[in-house]
Structures are given as C-alpha cells and as structure tokens.
C-alpha cells in the first residue's frame, strides 16, 4: 500500500528575484496512481511561478491532510566541510538560520549575484568552494558541487536561492512536515515529506512527449516517487545503504532521495539499476 497520497515535482530556478517570472520553474503533481500533471500558477499578471509564488503554494498543500511526498531540484544543505571552515555546528536547522543571515536571497529585488558580488547581504562570509563536494554528489554520477557556479548542470545558483524558501517552509509548518533526512530517516505516518532530487537519474526512463526540459524534469520527479512509492522501492530509498558515521555526514549534508549509497557489489549495482 502506498505510503503517500500526492506526489510533488519542482524544476528549480536560481534565475532573477524572488518576485520574478521564472520560464524555468516548473511544478508537476500527482495522485494517487495518476499521472502527474502541470500546475499553472495562481491568475496573475505574471505567466510562470515565481520563487515565492512556490512556496506559499507549497505551504498551503502541505498544511492540508493527504500525505504528500515533494522533491525538489537544489541541494538543501551544504558539504561537512563548509561547516569547518567557517566553525559551524553540524546542526541543519541552525545552518539554515545562518545562512538566511548572510545569503537573503528571499528578499525581494535580490539576486544571488548580488550577494556574491557584495552588493547585498554578507555572502563573502559564508562562502564555499567548488571542490567541496557533498558525499551524496559523490555517489549520484554527474551531480556537480552546490558551489559551482556557471557551468551547464550546475545547481549552485538554484541552490543558494531556494535555501532560505526551506527554512520559510519550515517555520509555517513545523511538525506537520518532514524534511528529509535532516528530520531523520524514519517517517512518521500521514506526515508529508519534502526531499532534495536529482531528476537527470530518472528523466530518460519517462517519454519526453512534448514538454520541454524544465516541465520534462518536473514531470519526471512527480512520476518516479510515484512509481516507487506504488511499487515498493521508495522505502528502500528513504534508508540509503550508508555506514553509520556516512549516515551521520548526511544528516547534515543531506541526501539526494534516489541515491541508494554505498554500492559494495555488482550485483547491488545491477538491481539499483533494474529498479529504474
């Protein structure tokens, strides 16, 4: 029986403000066993959603009843090794305050470049680098570092604009939502669940038809945690194969849902690959 009743994709976009009409931000739902469709964004002026638009969209689902499992495309927290240069507990609430703080990228009229750049916030004081990699990076092929900025498939700039959207998420509505795994591995029953994706791991597997490759991606994330929720390969996915000290690396780093782990044997690296 599946855990979840609606099943949430999101193509992120770093692009613009938080306030600005976004081609590139995409958000496709499912239910139950049907396929996932496109949701337009609420009758404005504006054609596409906006980052804000998203995310107050997002409060007002996940506060009503069905369990809903929502994954979105950018990392949601940042390598062990950004929180020992810049001396931070290894605490993911704490590390989305602080980094609120210094990258207010929730602001309006506020553009990731210009906190990198100076121009706004105090970003030179909480910067990465791209080879700093997280250890769920390392083990999804291709997925590039949250700090490497400017390069085709990078998520650095997604990432940096839709972090302090988490922490808002988080604040409105405490309890009733489990972020993944930072909240723990285990999930409580009729909780809904929002999880950082990597939609290039499955967006072969799904016919293109004719979406272009922001809806396509949406759609791709939607289908496949439904797909594995109706089939039973979600739950093995929501407890990646990962050492303890690895699992506890993770709960600070965060986990791409889809990355099984460790892959200590062929053979578990043909059955990951059959489950696709």
Known sequence: MPTFARYIGIDYSGAQTPT????????YLAGGDEPPVEVPPP??????????????????????????LVGIDHGFSFPLRYFEVHRLKPDWPAFLEGFQHHWPTDDDHTYVDFIRVGALGNGAARMGNARWRRLTEERAAGA??????????????????????????????????????????????????IAEVYPALWNRSFAR??????????????????????????????KPDLTPPERAVAQVEGWIL???????ERGLRNSWASTW
């Open 258 to 264: 889809g990355v099984p782990g460790l892959i200590r």
């Open 43 to 68: 009758p404005t002026p504006r054609k596409y959603w906006t980052r804000r638009g998203v995310a107050e969209w997002l409060v007002e689902r996940l506060a009503e009843d069905p369990p809903t």
């Open 144 to 193: 590039k570092s949250v700090f490497h900025f400017g390069v085709p498939g990078s998520v650095a700039k997604s990432t940096h604009a839709g972090i302090p959207w988490l922490r808002i998420i988080r604040q409105r509505l405490g309890d009733r939502l489990h972020f993944w795994p930072f909240d723990g591995w285990d999930i409580s029953a009729g909780r809904s669940v």
């Open 209 to 238: 038809q004719n979406r272009n490759p922001d809806q396509h991606d949406a759609y791709s994330i939607a289908a496949w945690l439904s797909r594995a929720d109706h089939n039973g390969s979600l739950a093995a996915f929501l």
């Open 20 to 27: 600005a009409s976004l081609k590139g931000l995409r958000v």
